[in-house]
Nanobody, 114 residues
């Protein structure tokens, strides 16, 4: 049972940056399209970015131009560089395959507040 492990969250001021990491110890990690998701209090979990096995990326409209997803297949790790953070980015961030095939991890809390 694969359960990704997320890290890198924290408290940051508006306009600040964070880099999230997620490691998924799954065989053939490189074949998966991987995504970063987030869930804010009282809201449904949403997909904010994904990266294909070929390295193509796609972003939610709310994060495009501010977030960058990348991957290191040798380390079975996917990253999310978040710049120009806004209070509305506050959420627990998770990673999973783009079709949510894995168990959900604990996530990492991102809080954007002055």
């Amino acid at each position: 049972q694969v359960q990704p492990v997320e890290s890198g969250g924290g408290l940051v001021h508006p306009g600040g940056s964070l880099r999230l990491s997620c490691t998924a110890s799954v065989s053939f990690f490189s074949i998966y399209t991987m995504g970063w998701y987030r869930q804010a209090p009282g809201k449904q979990r949403e997909l904010v970015a994904f990266i294909t096995n070929g390295g193509s990326t796609n972003y939610a409209a709310s994060t495009k131009g501010r977030f960058t997803i990348s991957r290191d297949n040798a380390k079975k790790t996917v990253y999310l560089q978040m710049n120009s953070l806004k209070p509305e980015d506050t959420a627990v961030y998770y990673c999973n395959s783009a079709s949510a095939e894995f168990h959900w991890g604990q996530g990492t809390q991102v809080t954007v507040s002055s």
